[in-house]
């Protein structure tokens, strides 16, 4: 087996079926290659932060060249590329199943070390099942597909500022807009034109998962039923009422949000999810 950093140039040999959020998000891509056959067989996406660490976000080795050598050849050469860049750190967030304990074993047998170990509760509700109580506060609310270049950078400033502020983990960065269903994602405004909060929303393979919802000011609570509200008559009218919607809460409050606006027919599934570094 071989790596080999993915490019323009071969990717249509590796990234067919990665997810488009990964491709979007992604700042390196590593390939593996069979080389008895010359055969691509596995890809391994990564981030990159501002300081210079590197979080491993998609790998995936095809089941006939598993226990081959792919995924260590993959992780081996990140780790290089990692070192010359003078990365203090590599890490692995993903959850823990049965098909997923190949991921585990294969970063264990590299060296990483579990750092953290948490069980979260997946929401699954259908769309027509969400209840949204509120009495309706935003002056406008629009799709993000019609939101100017300057209220994106505009949001992007505001998520940033509370990730910075947040001590829960779960205002994740911004991905590009592309990342998302811009259709069903929705930012709202207040009477004087101020941003109030957004629901970022992704679509893969006819869920629709909830990845932000924030509130930039005063009546948390109201601002996220509009969007919620919002984004439910929009899923109802494109899609169906039966569309899965899903959202992992990880605090208490969020967990009280969710079972108010589930109203009660949520399917709770709980996941174990595996932090894995290295140093």
Not at 220 to 232: C, G, M, Q, R
Request: charged share 30%; aromatic share 6%; glycine share 8%.
């Amino acid at each position: 087996m071989k790596s080999t950093l993915i490019t323009e140039d071969n990717a249509h040999l590796f990234i067919e079926g990665v997810p488009k959020d990964v491709q979007g998000s992604a700042d390196l891509f590593l390939g593996a290659i069979d080389e008895e056959t010359d055969t691509a067989c596995g890809v391994l996406a990564a981030a990159v932060d501002e300081d210079n660490n590197v979080q491993i976000t998609f790998i995936y080795v095809a089941e006939k060249f598993r226990r081959k050598g792919a995924g260590t050849e993959l992780i081996k050469t990140l780790q290089e590329i990692a070192a010359d860049n003078k990365s203090s750190e590599i890490s692995c967030v993903h959850t823990k199943t049965a098909i997923s304990d190949g991921v585990y074993e294969l970063l264990e047998k590299c060296g990483f070390v579990l750092f953290d170990l948490a069980t979260v509760t997946t929401y699954a509700v259908r769309a027509g099942d969400i209840y949204i109580p509120g009495p309706g506060l935003s002056y406008q609310i629009l799709p993000v597909s019609d939101l100017t270049k300057a209220q994106w950078r505009d949001l992007s400033e505001k998520v940033s500022k509370l990730e910075k502020q947040d001590e829960t983990g779960w205002v994740l960065p911004l991905r590009d807009i592309e990342g998302y269903d811009k259709k069903h994602s929705f930012v709202s405004f207040s009477e004087d034109g101020k941003m109030t909060g957004a629901l970022l929303v992704s679509a893969r393979a006819g869920v629709l998962s909830i990845d932000g919802l924030y509130c930039f000011g005063r009546d948390s609570e109201n601002v996220k039923e509009d969007l919620i509200a919002a984004a439910k008559e929009a899923v109802e009218e494109d899609l169906s009422e039966d569309t899965v919607v899903l959202m992992c809460p990880y605090t208490d409050e969020q967990l009280k949000e969710m079972d108010r606006i589930c109203g009660g027919k949520e399917i709770k599934r709980e996941e174990t999810v595996v932090q894995i570094h290295s140093l």
